[in-house]
């Protein structure tokens, strides 16, 4: 999906496209800008699907650069510091309002909401332009970002606020995350939440030992616990694959 981002200061920039880099494989930033006049030669110019925008812009307003395309192609977020401006986004038929700082998962969701509009409005890029399948995930550690293959993740402990992920490599790694963080960004086709500490990709479930605590034992050896209340959906998750 083919975006523009618009804001005054380039540190916003260059954070809202690390997010999107980081955790939105279907986004293409394809160009950036300061003002509304440049804004407005680039959307001619590349006529994106989404665009990204502030709304205070150095003594200009994002909505002005709105009004210039009043039969508009391309759909629009507000990321702003601002939350009283929300009823004249929407009103400007905004498809979702971001406060800064931004929210990964707000940010997601923001994304579905647009996706979901192209596909009822017929707008849809073509396959060809979008990303198919996530082939990493960035994951914030103690000394930076991690970028691990989803494939390549075993399983995922909960420690306090934080998550130790297991990898194939036999890495443990601590990540800035909680466990129910880390289990909405993984694909939940193959990653699986048996126990309120433990998240499992289930294509190294080698094993259910059934007793007072069933455990699941994966082809790594780890042995961890199935919650009761988890166990039926489970089953039922493994009988599908």
Request: glycine letters at 4%.
């Amino acid at each position: 999906m083919n975006t523009l981002i618009v804001d005054d200061r380039n540190t916003n920039i260059e954070i809202l496209k690390g997010l999107l880099d980081a955790y939105c494989p279907t986004i293409n930033v394809v160009h950036t800008s300061n003002d509304i006049n440049e804004a407005a030669i680039a959307i001619h110019q590349h006529r994106p699907h989404l665009l990204f925008l502030d709304i205070e812009l150095n003594g200009a307003s994002g909505f002005d650069l709105l009004k210039l395309f009043p039969q508009a192609t391309f759909y629009t977020i507000f990321t702003t510091a601002y939350s009283q401006y929300a009823v004249d986004a929407f009103r400007a038929r905004a498809v979702d309002y971001l406060l800064k700082p931004i929210n990964i998962l707000e940010l997601q969701e923001a994304i579905v909401k647009v996706e979901e509009k192209m596909k009822q409005d017929g707008t849809a890029p073509p396959l060809s332009d979008r990303v198919i399948q996530r082939q990493k995930i960035a994951l914030p550690t103690l000394d930076g970002i991690k970028y691990l293959d989803c494939e390549g993740i075993t399983h995922c402990d909960a420690s306090g606020s934080y998550t130790i992920i297991h990898t194939t490599a036999k890495e443990k790694i601590m990540v800035s995350m909680r466990l129910k963080e880390c289990e909405e960004l993984l694909p939940q086709q193959i990653f699986f939440r048996i126990h309120h500490s433990h998240l499992v990709n289930l294509n190294f479930v080698a094993q259910l030992i059934r007793s007072k605590i069933s455990r699941v034992v994966l082809s790594t050896g780890a042995e961890l616990p199935l919650a009761v209340s988890r166990k039926d959906a489970f089953l039922e998750m493994m009988n599908r694959k």
